[in-house]
């Protein structure tokens, strides 16, 4: 029989055609992914690769710690960055009392009789820290000395601070006893003086030539106080209250690296200042204490330099205006 030569012969082989139109990535072989897996990681616990990594990561430390070096030699102090918060940019090295004489109004404890009148004298003749406690009260007028330092690596510009009243305001003048006693002496520092109970109390500096005082940081005359890296700066805040008792804090404004921030700076103990006023009528208070140069001895020398009386006869033998006679006994 002869064959159809127009008939196409089937095979079993695989045109050109079908290759493309199933072809597709080879499942990969169980044996093979195990020789990948162990050649990456191979690669990664190879030491060559570990120090690599070492190498780069004191590269870079270096390259950040040259870096910053040249900013800071190029740039301006203050548009550095420093690396301490601008909130911790001064330390308060030192609060001290240094008011040279005056009068304190030692508030009534409880049980306050005859044996804590002789404690209060035993206190003050001895010469001891009385005034720890918080008992004693600066009446009249208050002198602290506040020593603060720079701790960041630009230039700090103290341009103001505030007294900020707890309560935001005075209350009246304290009672108690009243008493007249000398302290230590004050260091040569920048003199700033605070009417703490005025309508708007802002701290000032004596004019010259007698003039009134001119605040300090405000006004056409408006000066700074200004701190570099652990440099130190000492002032006096001289206080004074005519009318009422106040507890205060104060609200340092600065600027550094180019930005504005503020600080509080609290008593001695994290407590607020405290200034009382003295009362007009000393007879409102329990007793007053005062040393011999406060009255005129009538014979020889007492064996003690402090005397105490009763409010009301201690505003009774001033009234005249002159120095009385000392008490007797």
Known sequence: MATDRRRTRRTGALTRASVRRGSGQRPRRPEEEDEGSTGRMRFVQSPTTWLLGILLAVVTVTFQDVLTASVKTIL??????????????????????????GYYVVRDA??????????????????RSWRKGRRAVDAGNAEWMITVQGRAAQQIRITDIVPVLEGGRCEKPLGGSLVHFPSQGVTDVIPLELEVDAPRPRLKISGKDGKDAEPFFTGPQAKHITLNQNETEAFI????????????????????????????????????????ARMTDASGYRKVYFPSFDCLPSGPPPP??????????????????????????
């Open 237 to 276: 805040v001289r206080a004074t209250a005519s009318t009422g008792y106040c507890r205060w804090r104060y609200r340092v404004h600065y600027e550094v690296g180019g930005g504005t921030a503020e600080m509080t700076i609290s008593g001695p103990g994290g407590k607020p200042f405290e200034l009382t």
């Open 76 to 101: 301006p102090l203050d548009r550095v960055p420093d690396r301490l918060s601008p909130q911790n940019a001064i330390d308060v090295v030192e609060i001290k009392d240094v008011k040279d004489i």
């Open 304 to 329: 003690h330099s402090w005397y105490e009386q009763a409010g009301a006869e201690y505003a009774r033998d001033r009234r005249s205006g002159k120095v009385p006679p000392c008490p007797e006994g």
């Open 110 to 127: 409880e049980g306050a009789g005859s044996a804590a009148d002789r404690k209060i004298i035993e206190e003050i003749s001895s010469g």
